[in-house]
């Protein structure tokens, strides 16, 4: 095809990169800056024009809800209407493949390649996702912090089950996919060893003079061991190589995680963490409205006149993701449609705006329906309602509003987060109690727990185990302060005593944002508030907290003799306590220690 120079009025091309199955990708500055986009193939040999899209869409909605330090990143989804085709952009990362490499490279720099792409790979199978194509271009190297190389598994456009199972690169194909046989992670570790066997040796030895002979020879050649050819491997890492390359995927080394944990107890290895960096993007307890909005859509897609739907909510309940998801489907279903904040390429027939956007244009004096105005979408909070109905009566508007997730739900949230069939009682009333409901705070409290490595592991795997038989210390997660603060408006049958502990937790997040002084005051009334909202067992241990809370204030003030007191304080408060928590006590032994 010819290079376009601009894709949807507001990607400048400024390179053509390369093609694959499903598309061509090209280098462009946009809106987020440089950006690699990739435009959709017409026509995919061996797909209908239906499933085309499907897979496309897939594509784009796997990345979207991955975030792993070796996943490619997403941008935005769109589509292009002069060209007639979908395109999404993702992160543009400054490297090379790698098939640049070569058999030259550093021993260190592939094993550490190989331990990043096994991360990549480990987290994608914890999240049922296959890959279907790794091959060197699939895999670029980029500089990572203080120099290192860092590795981003790139191009999912096979990745949907009705074209991972038998697609792929010959030169790396595993065996079970030749013979039609079923595929899972364990092909995707069979294409990977092909790849680093090849880089480590120099050669791949599966490749031959035609396609018929590489395929026969993925069926029926073992090859030798890779210190056979290259002396100076290491042992382990041949043999892991060896267990990932076995013919048989039932004799093969079951896990990308397996071969982590190879690694680190047979070549004592040392393994990095490379834990997801964010929650994916769910709509528990939303299906029904967003089913609503989708049937809105269709309509739009369809004609008539010009219409409008209002998503409304108080803050925290998800509007804004719920927003951003029907952009994206109203781009699949080819509506001209024009996001939050984006500034019009041509007249849309379907706009949308965040509540911020519409909170200023609702507030308007003239905010009324002008003649020939398209179709809305819009986020806004309950108190504006009554006015955006009134000025927009003429589109007659529909109105989905969203509500706190029942305990159920939020049950179903945390399974579908942690892949845990099983979600621990106290974890669960803990969370809910914080949330109550809300899926904005819920979302925090888990993205706080996501830094622990000894609750989510480099995989994406979450181990409940530690929630048995205690809820999480909510109080000590970094969780931001704007977030607790929303998680304290209005009482909402909320227990007063729940509210305390709320409040603690804000005054010791703005502490943390170095706001010492606002912190102080409201440590100050929530002492006052101590007994009339606590019985005297438990008032010792909040007091305790509080005293603790306070000291760590003096000590950033560099107030040490105050905060001593405080500490000591709060140590012998606890004594009077039947039961106190052991981190508590531990950790102001060591504040009065010091």
Same mark, same amino acid.
């Given at each position: 095809m010819n290079t376009p120079r601009l894709i949807d009025g507001r990607y400048r091309v400024l390179a053509e990169l390369g093609s694959g199955i499903s598309g061509e990708v090209f280098k462009v500055e946009g809106p987020e800056g440089v950006s690699a986009l990739k435009l959709l193939r017409h026509e995919i040999e061996g797909l209908a024009d239906e499933e085309r899209i499907t897979t496309f869409k897939f594509e784009f909605s796997l990345l979207k809800g991955l975030q792993h330090p070796n996943i490619v990143r997403i941008h935005d989804f769109g589509y292009d209407e002069v060209l007639r085709r979908f395109y999404f952009t993702q992160e543009w990362i400054e490297g090379e493949s790698l098939a640049r490499l070569g058999a030259n490279a550093d021993l260190k720099t592939l094993e550490n390649l190989v331990i990043q792409a096994l991360q990549g790979l480990s987290y994608l199978h914890a999240h049922d996702v296959l890959h279907g194509d790794l091959k060197p271009e699939n895999l670029l190297v980029t500089a990572g912090p203080e120099k290192s190389s860092q590795l981003k598994i790139i191009d999912f456009g096979i990745s949907h089950p009705s074209v991972a199972a038998s697609g792929g690169t010959a030169p790396y194909l595993a065996p079970e996919k030749i013979l039609k046989e079923a595929a899972d992670g364990r092909s995707d570790l069979y294409s990977l060893a092909v790849v680093f066997y090849s880089l480590l040796t120099g050669e791949n030895p599966f490749l031959r003079k035609n396609l018929f002979a590489t395929l026969g020879a993925h069926l029926h050649f073992v090859p030798p061991p890779a210190t056979v050819l290259r002396k100076e491997i290491d042992p382990v890492w041949s043999s892991l190589l060896d267990r990932m390359l076995a013919k048989n995927p039932r004799q093969r080394i079951a896990s990308a995680e397996d071969c982590l944990k190879?690694?680190?107890?047979?070549?004592?290895?040392?393994?990095?963490?490379?834990?997801?960096?964010?929650?994916?993007?769910?709509?528990?307890?939303?299906?029904?409205?967003?089913?609503? &909005?989708?049937?809105?859509?269709?309509?739009?897609?369809?004609?008539?006149?010009?219409?409008?739907?209002?998503?409304?909510?108080?803050?925290?309940?998800?509007?804004?993701?719920?927003?951003?998801?029907?952009?994206?489907?109203?781009?699949?279903r080819e509506i001209e449609a024009l996001g939050p904040e984006e500034n019009p390429r041509r007249p849309p027939s379907?706009?949308?705006?965040?509540?911020?956007?519409?909170?200023?244009?609702?507030?308007?004096?003239?905010?009324?329906?002008?003649?020939?105005?398209?179709?809305?979408?819009?986020?806004?909070?309950?108190?504006?309602?009554?006015? &955006?109905?009134?000025?927009? &009566?003429?589109?007659?508007?529909?109105?989905?509003?969203?509500?706190?997730?029942?305990?159920?739900?939020?049950?179903?949230?945390?399974?579908?987060?942690?892949?845990?069939?099983?979600?621990?009682?106290?974890?669960?009333?803990?969370?809910?109690q914080f949330s109550r409901g809300y899926p904005g705070p819920l979302r925090e409290a888990l993205q706080s727990l996501l830094k622990d490595p000894l609750i989510v592991d480099s995989s994406g795997k979450w181990n409940l185990a530690v929630f048995r038989e205690a809820a999480p210390e909510l109080e000590r997660l970094h969780i931001a302060e704007d977030t607790l603060a929303h998680a304290l408006e209005g009482e909402m049958g909320v227990d007063p005593r729940e509210h305390w502990r709320l409040e603690l937790r804000r005054a010791e997040a703005i502490a943390r944002e170095s706001r010492l002084d606002p912190a102080l005051s409201l440590l100050t009334r929530l002492e006052t508030e101590l007994a009339k909202t606590f019985e005297r067992p438990e008032r010792l241990l909040e007091r305790a907290r509080l005293l603790e809370a306070r000291g760590w204030i003096y000590t950033k003030q560099a107030r040490f003799q105050e905060a001593r007191e405080d500490f000591a304080s709060s140590l012998s408060l606890l004594n009077e306590c039947e039961s106190a928590p052991p981190g508590l006590e531990l950790r102001l032994k060591n504040f009065v220690a010091f």
């Open positions: 190879f690694l680190e107890t047979e070549g004592e290895v040392p393994i990095a963490a490379a834990r997801p960096k964010a929650l994916a993007e769910l709509f528990v307890g939303r299906e029904e409205l967003v089913q609503k &909005a989708k049937a809105f859509l269709d309509q739009r897609k369809t004609g008539g006149p010009p219409r409008a739907l209002l998503l409304v909510g108080e803050k925290g309940l998800g509007k804004s993701l719920l927003l951003r998801e029907l952009k994206y489907e109203a781009e699949l379907l706009r949308f705006f965040s509540r911020e956007e519409f909170s200023h244009r609702n507030s308007r004096e003239k905010s009324s329906v002008e003649e020939g105005a398209p179709s809305l979408v819009a986020a806004l909070n309950p108190e504006h309602e009554e006015v &955006a109905l009134r000025n927009l &009566a003429p589109l007659q508007p529909e109105v989905l509003r969203l509500r706190p997730l029942t305990l159920a739900e939020t049950e179903k949230y945390l399974r579908e987060t942690t892949r845990n069939a099983k979600i621990p009682e106290p974890l669960l009333r803990g969370l809910f």
